[in-house]
């Protein structure tokens, strides 16, 4: 499993988070179910407390709720998604419940944000005793 902070970048140079919550790159097998279908195999890009989106092989309809099945460091978390944009073979899916995987999906986001926090400081640490 590979997992990155992401960013968007502004025309300044600075760093500019366009969503509420920040997207971590998240490179792990993704089932997707949807409802009329069989499930669609895919590979997730990037994760937030608030969705996740992967490249999938099959179209699913914008507006379709959907269950996935991935894996996190700590289990394996199963939950409803609803299907909120696509751009070509990626898909932006909103998570739609609150429990256990949430809860799961949230602790992995702010560990993976302390851990770009600290990778900051440490680079800036260097450069300053150079």
Request: glycine share 10%; aromatic share 6%.
């Amino acid at each position: 499993m590979e997992i990155h902070s992401q960013h968007a970048t502004g025309g300044s140079g600075g760093l500019v988070e366009r969503r509420c919550h920040a997207r971590f790159k998240l490179d792990v097998a993704i089932r997707v179910y949807p409802r009329n279908s069989q499930v669609i195999r895919g590979i997730t890009a990037d994760i937030s407390e608030s969705g996740i989106s992967a490249l999938l092989r099959q179209e699913i309809p914008i507006g379709e709720v959907v269950r996935l099945e991935f894996a996190l460091p700590m289990g394996d978390v199963e939950l409803l998604a609803l299907v909120r944009h696509r751009t070509a073979f990626r898909y932006g899916m909103q998570f739609l419940e609150a429990g256990s995987a949430q809860s799961m999906i949230g602790r992995i986001c702010r560990q993976l944000a302390v851990d770009r926090d600290l990778g900051a400081f440490k680079s800036i640490e260097l450069s300053q005793h150079s």
